[in-house]
């Protein structure tokens, strides 16, 4: 069998991360989420710091969402070799084929349910969870008030539909882009994994 690949979207607390995590470990298989950017760093020869400048945001503006190689604005505007975020997207996709082609894994947000849509054994996996819970679980790891997590969990929703839905063709949280949406409030973070590793095997029938 070709590798498998399951391609995750999550919305910001939903445990998303968490349960790819226990997922992959399940599988006994590798987890990229910001890992991917060291990847895609060492495949292109750039620096890590102008992948994680740009992550999963989309291009506005020529000055706004221009990185130079080594970081800095300034050289940017002095006419330094830089990159746009576009071409940033191009090489991370890249780095995201490849790694489809060479192992089984599974690659948290990046759009890589789009990147990869024509891979054979490639699922892609929406998971939410309810206001409540996103909340509490951001103010504990922020150490946030619930207003200033509310606050965290929407503009970090709204750069995730923003740079997915500008990449892709598709729409960020619609059940028609994904192969399985679910909440993990429902079951919580253990037993959502345990639940996604059983359609897993069962749809690869490992």
């Known amino acids: 069998m070709k590798n498998i690949v399951i391609a995750i979207g999550r919305e910001l607390g939903s445990g998303g991360k ?6 992959a470990a399940r599988l006994g298989i590798k ?9 895609a760093a060492r495949e292109s020869g750039l620096d890590t710091t102008v992948f994680e400048n740009a992550d999963e945001r989309e291009s506005h503006s ?23 975020n576009d071409q940033l997207f191009a090489i991370q996709s890249d780095a995201i084929r ?8 599974i690659i948290v947000g990046r759009c890589a349910e789009y990147v990869l849509r024509e891979h054979p054994n490639m699922v892609s996996i929406f998971i939410t969870a309810d206001s409540a819970e996103r909340i509490k679980r951001v103010m504990e790891r922020e150490k946030a008030s619930r ?25 960020w949280g619609e059940a028609r882009s994904y192969d399985l949406c679910i909440n993990s409030s429902h079951m919580g973070i253990e037993a959502t994994a345990e639940f996604l590793y059983s359609y897993i095997r069962q749809r690869f029938q490992l």
Do not use: P
């Open 18 to 23: 968490e349960i790819a995590e226990i997922l």
């Open 98 to 105: 490849d790694l489809a082609q060479t192992e089984s894994c």
């Open 31 to 39: 987890f990229y989420d910001k890992k991917l950017l060291e990847v």
């Open 62 to 84: 020529f000055i706004g969402n221009m990185f130079s190689i080594h970081g800095s604005l300034a050289n940017v505007l002095s006419g330094g070799s830089c990159m746009d």
């Open 147 to 171: 207003e200033e997590a509310a606050e965290i969990i929407a503009k970090g929703d709204k750069r995730r539909r923003q740079y997915h839905d500008y990449y892709s063709t598709g729409k």
